[in-house]
């Protein structure tokens, strides 16, 4: 079993709509939770930290569920720009982040 | 201009060949680390530094090894290539607070072993 595990996708949605994704961590002792975006052939970058309560970040909406270890992130509202892969990430020690093959996102005009 | 760079960006290289990427960042952060990135894999740690002294193997540092030159220079070398360390390869860099998980990253260097 991965240690992180994400839907690889893709995900196909029209323009304006609501997509989600999960994600399935399986160290308990995890620390902090991220999701990080990668467009086609570049570098991941960090979207947004994932915290207990809950956060949110304009059309993005972050969720935890520690007891169920799995993570969500929201879009809202989607956008042609929003098209990417997405990442979960989870941080299990000082140095050491766990990645998910990440998440595909097509939106469509 | 980019905070962290990698060099050379793509790379074509014969099995048994050794090769060197190189990684420069000018984040001024003291920690740096080495990824590689495969289809339907998440990224994998290969080697990390907490500073110039502090060098670290990571999950999968076999084939691999490192060089920390100064604070703001990493290099990653494959001492004898074999095709299935083809791969993109990440150079990232966090500040001494890392805690936050936040890494910044290079453009990657696309390494290909025949």
């Known amino acids: 079993r991965k240690e992180v595990e994400q839907d690889p996708g893709p995900f196909n949605v029209p323009e304006g709509a609501t997509v989600a994704f999960n994600c399935t961590y399986s160290?308990?002792?995890?620390?902090?939770f991220f999701w990080y975006r990668q467009d086609c052939r570049k570098e991941p970058k960090l979207l947004m930290s994932v915290y207990s309560s809950g956060n949110e970040d304009g059309r993005f909406t972050a969720q935890l569920n520690r007891a169920s270890q799995y993570i969500s992130l929201l879009i809202r509202d989607s956008k042609l720009s929003d098209s990417a892969t997405y990442l979960c990430v989870v941080r299990v020690s000082n140095y050491q982040l766990i990645w998910g093959a990440g998440t595909k996102l097509i939106i469509k005009p | 201009d980019a905070d962290v760079t990698q060099t050379p960006r793509n790379r074509i290289t014969k099995t048994g060949k050794r090769i060197m990427l190189e990684c420069s960042q000018t984040?001024?952060?003291?920690?740096m680390y080495w990824y590689r990135q495969d289809p339907g894999l998440g990224l994998r740690l290969i080697y990390y530094?907490?500073?110039?002294?502090?060098?670290n193997k990571g999950e999968i540092s076999d084939g691999y090894s490192v060089s920390r030159q100064a604070q703001a220079k990493f290099s990653l070398s494959l001492e004898s290539a074999i095709p299935n360390q083809t791969a993109l390869y990440f150079c990232a860099t966090s500040d001494s607070y890392g805690s936050t998980g936040e890494q910044y990253f290079g453009p990657g260097t696309r390494l290909t072993v025949t």
């Open positions: 160290n308990s002792a995890s620390q902090s």
């Open positions: 984040k001024g952060h003291d920690r």
């Open positions: 530094s907490f500073d110039v002294k502090d060098i």
